[in-house]
């Protein structure tokens, strides 16, 4: 049984940071993408970094690129994601997803949380203007 748990999320305001925190547990991770996504109330769920367990590759789409930060500490079997430069459009509730990354690199669908098979319950991030 996989179990990821988020943590970090709170009220800040913008322009501060935060650093988001997912602890997996479960089973052995070496052949995994961990990816981060957020959904604001009432919206899809989207994809906002993602990292190879085994190598660091990471992966952020160009609107996070230069906020967003995905790191990892294989011997904790911790996921950070790091937000700089808060805005209050990245309010939303934040997750942490695991997935197989053979499956995910061959069929490209990093960014496609149905892709993803294990999920945290989130932690909320709310940006105050």
């Known amino acids: 049984q996989v179990q990821l748990v988020e943590s970090g999320g709170g009220l800040v305001q913008a322009g501060g940071s935060l650093r988001l925190s997912c602890a997996a547990s479960?089973?052995?991770?070496?052949?995994?993408?961990m990816g981060w996504f957020r959904q604001a109330p009432g919206k899809e769920r989207h994809f906002v970094a993602s990292?190879?367990?085994?190598?660091?590759?990471?992966y952020v789409p160009p609107f996070a690129k230069g906020r967003f930060t995905i790191s990892r500490d294989n011997a904790q079997n911790m996921v950070y994601l790091q937000i700089n430069s808060l805005k209050p459009e990245d309010t939303g509730l934040y997750y942490c997803a695991s997935g197989r990354a053979s499956e995910l690199l061959r069929s490209s669908r990093l960014g496609d949380p149905t892709a993803y098979d294990y999920w945290g319950q989130g932690t909320q991030v709310t940006v105050s203007s």
């Open positions: 479960g089973r052995t991770f070496s052949d995994s993408i």
């Open positions: 990292i190879t367990w085994s190598g660091g590759n990471t």
